[in-house]
């Protein structure tokens, strides 16, 4: 699926939308001035290596 690009304050009106298209594979990359700020993507698979929560 391709990246979707938003900016900054799109995003953060629409934060609740994006983490539920994310969930579902979407990946969006948020800009800030028209530079490159942020990437809201899916998770890793479950068991693969990434940040671990106590």
């Not at 009106?13 to 990437?39: M, N």
């Not at 899916?42 to 068991?47: D, K, L, S, Y």
Request: aromatic share 6%; proline share 11%; glycine share 10%.
């Amino acid at each position: 699926m391709a990246t979707t690009t938003i900016q900054a304050t799109e995003a953060a009106r629409q934060i609740g939308r994006l983490l539920d298209r994310a969930s579902r594979g979407e990946t969006f990359l948020v800009t800030r001035y028209g530079r490159p700020y942020a990437v809201i993507s899916p998770p890793p698979p479950e068991g693969a290596d990434g940040p671990q929560s106590d």
